[in-house]
């Protein structure tokens, strides 16, 4: 499989949770069936019968033998290409009934495949292809099936579209299959392959790779079988006696004319497709758009077109909705996420919580959200510009586009979730959708105020002015009991109102005479008057609070010292993904949960909300974690509920230390 040896780390067994999910991700993927006919024969159709993969009321047999109960899972690690490009990912071993534990599955880059243990128990969960023998040989050394290496076709399976995986097999042994690989091209549309030039297939795993030599007691990789019964119904070949009997009368026919009787009379039904599913009883079969979307393995090309009409739903829903807004309800400019999660997710047909993993941006043939958004704005139908740092955002809309204006929007189809969990996501979506109608810190407004309380050495300035040594005062208060002791003690030094003369207690109290400033301002027996204000503001302790709208300073409990700011923290966790840290908005009147319900939205990020670590549980300190550098997402959030910029305090702990 790879030029080097994988380097698999510990094994450790698969929860029973874990395992449930994996198997039946399996299932949905690769489109397995299990027939109501033979429950203990697990066989997956090509094409399954409507459109989707089938989940029976009581499969656990077939998720058994897909992921065994006594599967393991661990990373690996190893190299692949001709530049020896450093790739991870995760092994999934088992054993069946009897036999040795090998790895059964692999993944890489978030997509499931399966090693020619599982194939050989499982037949037909992929599309089985054909080579020679000496072809198979070269491939199970690392070489790629090339197009005129590609037997017994066409036609080819219909499955075996571009990005699919696939099984191949030679025509010696037609029934076992030996390499995995992924198509490189649309095989199941090549007219010929004669001729033809370019990969086909490139390999991922064979029989006689590191994967499949591995095992905990060191034993040998297992020997393929002579055959494996399943597979022959898919890579049958038809004699030419059968083919001859095949034939209908128009094929036989050499001048094209049909000639003779007509065999079957070929009714309005059969042309339509009505009276297929007469059969079912009670209610109608699904239209054949809809059987299509559910628990399909879509190509390229089509999640390609499911998301261009869901961006362009979005954008004709949000026109009809606010027409009389001009620029219809969108506030420019619209960042990657807020397009991604307000005008594109909401619009995808996704039938299923399995369908979710096909539809996803990095399966688009545009890989990302920016090139995305780009290729909108080389057809003309918005206007984008490029940021720094690599983010794109949209400027403006043209919402009186072709393409907007004449879309016919589809029917949604609705989710398969349980009672509770769909009342449960419909209560969140509500509060991020509109976080004011919960959340009552929006548009709040708030006011800072620094308080001092006198200390001991200044209290003689604070009772010869007849004011409160106990009391809190602004520093404009401050400022006016210091005048009015100067114009008691008569301190103004002759006509320049600047400065004032230094009494005995003025002395004793502001200046110690440890400083040449001091000393200077003892000598000449003067002082300015700035000077003495912001000295009895220094001999006063601090204090703080904050006013939440028309609340007044008697209403609220000062606190002591310098109010603390609202932490903001980007760090890097896991590697090389950062991690956006919140902390400090509760003396902002700011609350954790609301907060971080809009900040999932908005970013299109997962968000959490722990206890900062260190703070009491008496008085916890509350934290938001938010997945991505969301440091813009955050300020406007704050700012929304009052908070200053000023107020807030960045910390990138993401940038290297200058050496």
């Given amino acids: 499989m790879y030029?080097?040896?994988?380097n698999i780390k510990a094994l450790s067994p698969l929860r029973s949770s874990d395992r449930r999910k994996l198997a039946e991700q399996i299932i949905?993927?690769?489109?397995?069936?299990l027939h109501a006919e033979d429950e203990n024969n697990v066989v997956a159709t090509e094409g399954p019968r409507d459109g989707h993969a089938t989940v029976p009321s009581s499969f656990g047999a077939l998720r058994n033998s897909l992921v065994p109960e006594n599967a393991l899972s661990a990373r690996f690690t190893t190299t692949t290409g001709p530049d020896l490009t450093q790739v991870s990912g995760i092994v999934y071993v088992g054993a069946h009934q009897g036999e040795e534990q090998r790895v059964l599955w692999f993944k890489l880059e978030d997509r499931l495949i399966p090693t020619v243990y599982t194939l050989w128990k499982h037949p037909r969960i992929v599309p089985l292809l054909h080579t020679s023998d000496s072809v198979l040989q070269r491939l199970k050394v690392g070489a790629d099936l090339m197009t005129p290496g590609l037997s017994r076709g066409p036609p080819f399976p219909s499955r075996a579209t571009k990005g699919s995986i696939v099984a191949i097999a030679s025509l010696e042994r037609p029934s076992v299959p030996e390499v995995v690989g992924v198509c490189e091209i649309d095989v199941a549309s090549l007219q010929k392959v004669q001729g033809a030039k370019g990969h086909a297939v490139r390999g991922q795993h064979w029989s006689g790779d590191e994967l499949w030599a591995w095992s905990q007691g060191g034993k040998p990789g297992g020997n393929a079988p002579d055959a494996v019964e399943g597979w022959d119904a898919s890579c049958s070949v038809s004699t030419p006696d059968e083919e001859v009997k095949n034939l209908t009368i128009k094929e036989l026919s050499d001048d094209g004319e049909e000639g003779g009787v007509l065999l079957s009379q070929t009714t309005e039904d059969n042309i339509t497709g009505k009276g297929r599913n007469s059969f079912v009883e009670g209610e109608e079969a699904a239209p054949l758009e809809d059987a299509k979307l559910k628990g399909k393995e879509f190509s390229t090309k089509e999640i390609d077109d499911i998301f261009w009409n869901a961006f362009l739903f979005g954008l004709h829903q949000q026109r009809n909705n606010h027409k009389q807004d001009p620029h219809h309800g969108l506030d420019f400019p619209l960042n990657q996420s807020s397009i991604i999660s307000s005008l594109v997710?909401?619009?995808?047909?996704?039938?299923?919580?399995?369908?979710?993993?096909?539809?996803n941006i990095k399966k688009t043939s545009w890989k990302n959200v920016k090139k995305f958004i780009k290729a909108f704005d080389k057809a003309k139908i918005l206007k984008s510009k490029e940021r720094d740092g690599g983010e794109c955002v949209v400027l403006d809309v043209d919402f009186e586009d072709p393409a907007i204006t004449n879309f016919v929007p589809y029917k949604l189809p609705k989710r398969e979730n349980t009672t509770a969990e769909s009342s449960s996501s419909s209560k969140s979506n509500i509060a991020a959708s509109n976080p004011s109608s919960n959340d009552d810190t929006i548009g709040q407004k708030l006011s800072l105020i620094s308080l001092y309380?006198?200390?001991d050495s200044v209290y003689p300035?604070?009772?010869?002015?007849?004011?409160?040594?106990?009391?809190?005062?602004?520093?404009?208060?401050?400022?006016?009991?210091?005048t009015s002791y100067i114009e008691s003690e008569s301190l103004i030094s002759g006509d320049d109102k600047r400065f004032i003369q230094?009494?005995?207690?003025?002395?004793?109290?502001?200046?110690?005479?440890?400083?040449?400033v001091d000393k200077e301002a003892l000598a000449q027996g003067r002082c300015r008057r700035e000077a003495l204000f912001e000295r009895v503001q220094d001999k006063c302790s601090p204090f703080w609070a904050i006013l939440r709208n028309d609340e007044t300073r008697?209403?609220?409990?000062?606190?002591?010292?310098?109010?603390?700011k609202i932490q903001i923290t980007l760090e890097t966790r896991s590697g090389n993904k950062t991690a956006t840290k919140v902390a400090g908005f509760e003396v902002f009147h700011v609350r954790s949960q609301p907060l971080a319900d809009e900040l999932q939205k908005t970013c299109a990020s997962s968000?959490?909300?722990?206890?900062?670590?260190?703070?009491?549980?008496?008085?916890?300190?509350m934290e938001i974690m938010i997945q991505g550098p969301q440091k813009d997402a955050v300020l406007q959030a704050l700012e929304k509920r009052g908070v200053r910029r000023t107020w807030v305090e960045v910390r990138d702990k993401t940038k290297g230390k200058k050496k």
């Avoid at 004011?467 to 006016?480: A, D, G, M, N, W």
């Avoid at 968000?607 to 300190?621: E, F, L």
């Fill in 461 to 482: 300035i604070f009772e010869a002015s007849s004011s409160s040594v106990k009391s809190l005062y602004l520093p404009t208060e401050l400022r006016s009991v210091v």
């Fill in 607 to 621: 968000t959490s909300v722990n206890q900062q670590a260190g703070s009491s549980p008496k008085s916890p300190v």
């Fill in 345 to 359: 997710l909401p619009f995808l047909p996704i039938a299923d919580s399995r369908q979710t993993y096909s539809l």
């Fill in 554 to 564: 008697e209403a609220v409990k000062a606190q002591a010292g310098t109010a603390s």
């Fill in 3 to 6: 030029r080097k040896k994988p």
């Fill in 28 to 33: 949905a993927s690769f489109g397995i069936e």
């Fill in 502 to 516: 230094i009494n005995p207690i003025i002395a004793n109290a502001i200046f110690d005479g440890r400083s040449a």
């Fill in 453 to 455: 309380r006198p200390k």
